[in-house]
């Protein structure tokens, strides 16, 4: 993990902007997380510049994410940022800070809220319809050859070496809680290695379909940050919609939505569906990994010290309650041929 600052990123920012013409323009940081994310006002002309994580990516993989938001945006229904390439052509620039390089990339600036601000005006519907399309995308999209994204697998998501880091380090997690959670992780394991990774059921995938990635402008959706996106099961993406508001007694709510929106576009089979409440609690165990390596985000300094016994709730449930995001199957429910 790197343990960098918000303010090493913006250094690294403030460096980019010569590559891009843009040397007297101001930096505003918008997000602190994976990387770096700020706004380039350029007397007035507003754009949108992100500083990776050193070891995060690779540039292959970057360029891989860019092609795959530019094939969304240009042959989809899906409105993603558009990329802005440098003068020279580069999509991915190198800002040098004394003898450290930080890779940038700069977008065009999406007019809107941040869902997680006010989700008023969002449509879980709609958003659901919209993951549908991007899978549709997926296994219809001829990709380059050089195209390489890592894979969220069991062993990434769950592992000891998780790309998130390990659960059981989360902070204030209880020796009772770690045993209900361990459990509810065997289950976890031992559903998902029966449901397979079968090409029908796992695809690339954005991986981070949560409120803070999605633009609202007059109720229309913009999907950003597809920094996490990679090869996972296509109900990853469902899991991350209820990303923190696990508890939520909106949370059931919001899954029924997207479901219907997601049935619009695209069927889901009956043994996808049972698998939804593993989904949600995967997300659950895999955030509750990312609070204990990122004590610097928001939601480490809001929820960190409670979201373990949260999560031993939740897996608690997961394990006994037979209705816990338990989804009738429709009697048509049938898979579709794509």
Request: aromatic fraction near 10%; charge should be negative; glycine fraction near 6%.
């Amino acid at each position: 993990m790197s343990d960098m600052a918000a303010a090493d990123y913006e250094r690294f920012a403030r460096a980019a902007l010569p590559h891009y013409n843009l040397g007297s323009a101001t930096v505003t940081l918008l997000s602190f997380s994976e990387n770096g994310t700020f706004l380039v006002d350029n007397g007035g002309e507003r754009v949108v510049l992100r500083v990776h994580r050193p070891g995060y990516h690779s540039l292959a993989a970057i360029e891989s994410e860019l092609d795959w938001m530019e094939s969304l945006r240009l042959t989809s229904s899906i409105t993603t940022p558009q990329v802005i390439p440098a003068p020279d052509g580069r999509r991915v620039v190198e800002a040098q800070v004394g003898d450290e390089t930080c890779l940038v990339d700069l977008f065009t600036f999406v007019e809107g809220t941040i869902a997680e601000d006010d989700a008023s005006d969002i449509s879980f519907s709609e958003l659901g319809a919209i993951t549908a399309a991007l899978h549709d995308h997926v296994q219809q999209w001829q990709r380059p050859g050089a195209f390489t994204r890592f894979s969220w697998d069991l062993e990434t998501m769950l592992g000891p070496a998780g790309r998130w880091g390990n659960w059981r380090n989360a902070p204030a997690l209880s020796a009772d809680d770690a045993a209900v959670i361990e459990e509810a992780e065997r289950k976890v394991i031992d559903r998902l290695t029966d449901y397979g990774m079968g090409p029908e059921r796992f695809g690339l995938v954005h991986a981070d379909l949560r409120m803070s990635n999605l633009m609202v402008h007059q109720g229309k959706i913009t999907v950003i940050d597809f920094d996490d996106c990679g090869w996972s099961w296509y109900l990853t993406d469902l899991g991350a919609v209820v990303s923190f508001i696990e508890e939520s007694p909106d949370a059931p709510r919001i899954i029924d939505e997207w479901l219907e929106g997601y049935r619009s576009v695209r069927d889901i089979p009956a043994a996808d569906l049972a698998e939804i409440p593993t989904f949600v609690m995967l997300r659950r165990l895999m955030l509750t990994a990312w609070i204990g390596t990122h004590p610097e985000s928001s939601p480490a300094q809001t929820l960190g010290h409670r979201y373990a016994s949260g999560t031993a709730q939740l897996a608690q449930a997961y394990l006994t309650d037979p209705s816990w995001f338990r989804v009738d199957v429709p009697a048509t429910a049938h898979t579709l041929a794509h």
